[in-house]
């Protein structure tokens, strides 16, 4: 038995002689023959190798294929599933990563939102889509704090006075609400002003509020009392019409009483639209038997305010205090402290006067 190597060409003209078993000298795999057609086919069902030299061993009577153990295919399933699940793990962990990162973006979002945030619905709301966050003492607390300061100013609004909405800007001077108690606190002191109507009143609104709601207001108040502000010389004549008024009222002075006043005063005392004999009416009837002599003592506190009457008159609202000191000679009222309120003509005559009584003795 004798071993021959062939190139592809003879072995092309062999399988055309006779049957020949075939050995691929270069992967061993064994061709045969399969018909008397001179198909060959591979046994183990692979292609023909492409090397172009191949082994064949023949004898005699027949050609014995030199049998050689072929070479196993590694098996590669198990890396492939070990690549597969490593695949579908990363896509997994891929895709609750995203999810993850997302939702955590969402509620810090979420938490910044909150920020300078005072609305309680927006806590309640972060509360309750978050009951697991990190953040959620936190949020708590600021909602816990903000409950109080909203209750404490819905009570303010009912009727808190200025110095209630100045503690509230004290406690929370962060708070969006300042802005509006500072605007309460402005119309609090705008009527406070208007109620007093002097010019210190106004000139304590301008300087408290600078850039109040009512600059315009106060500043037409304050013209409008300069110019009711009498000068020194009307001054001086409305003291001595007062003055001279009170010395025949202590004398009971008729005549001195009636070159005092109008004939017809609005008021005197009590006594509306009183005639000049109603008032010296009025002034005997405080004297008596025991009564030895009567005398008021001004005060000079004159506040005075200059108008004009529907008919465009001139006058004079003046209010002052006064004291009344009785010599008698049986017990009784030896002294009275009155304040009072008494207008006057453009021509100083008493137009009206009232007297309230403050204390005696």
């Not at 009275?336 to 403050?358: D, I, N, P, R």
């Amino acid at each position: 038995m004798g071993k021959v190597l062939l190139v592809l060409d003879e072995v092309q003209q062999i399988a055309s002689e006779q049957p020949l078993y075939r050995v691929c000298g270069h992967c061993q795999y064994i061709y045969y023959k399969k018909s008397s057609r001179g198909e060959y086919s591979d046994k183990a069902r692979l292609p023909f190798c492409s090397a172009f030299l191949h082994t064949y061993i023949m004898n005699e009577n027949e050609i014995q294929p030199e049998l050689t153990e072929p070479i196993k295919k590694k098996n590669h399933l198990p890396l492939y599933c070990f690549f597969g699940l490593l695949f579908v793990a990363g896509i997994c962990g891929g895709w609750w990563f995203y999810h993850y990162q997302h939702d955590t973006d969402e509620e810090y979002a979420a938490f910044l939102v909150l920020e300078d945030n005072e609305c309680l619905a927006d806590y309640e709301a972060f509360m309750e889509k978050y009951p697991q966050s990190e953040y959620l003492p936190e949020v708590k607390e600021r909602y816990n704090q903000l409950t109080a300061m909203h209750g404490e100013w819905n009570r303010l609004r009912i009727g808190g006075t200025r110095s209630d909405y100045l503690r509230f800007r004290a406690n929370y001077p962060q708070s969006t609400l300042v802005r509006q108690c500072e605007l309460k606190i402005d119309s609090l002191d705008w009527l406070a002003a208007k109620e007093i109507d002097t010019p210190e009143a106004y000139d304590n609104y301008l300087r408290e509020h600078p850039d109040g709601r009512y600059l315009s207001e106060a500043s037409i108040a304050q013209g409008k009392l300069a110019d009711a502000q009498p000068t020194d010389e009307e001054r001086m004549a409305i003291a001595m019409a007062i003055s001279n008024f009170f010395q025949a009222f202590g004398k009971n002075d008729e005549e001195g009483i009636f070159a005092c006043i109008t004939p017809t005063m609005t008021q005197f005392l009590s006594k509306h639209d009183a005639t000049k004999v109603d008032v010296a009416n009025i002034i005997s009837r405080t004297y008596n038997e025991h009564i030895l002599s009567c005398r008021f003592n001004l005060n000079d506190d004159y506040t005075i305010r200059k108008s004009n009457t529907a008919d465009d008159e001139t006058c004079y609202t003046v209010a002052f205090s006064v004291d009344q000191y009785i010599e008698r000679d049986n017990e009784g009222k030896t002294f009275g402290s009155y304040t009072a309120e008494a207008v006057l003509t453009g021509q100083f005559k008493l137009q009206s006067l009232t007297m309230v009584e403050k204390s005696r003795r």
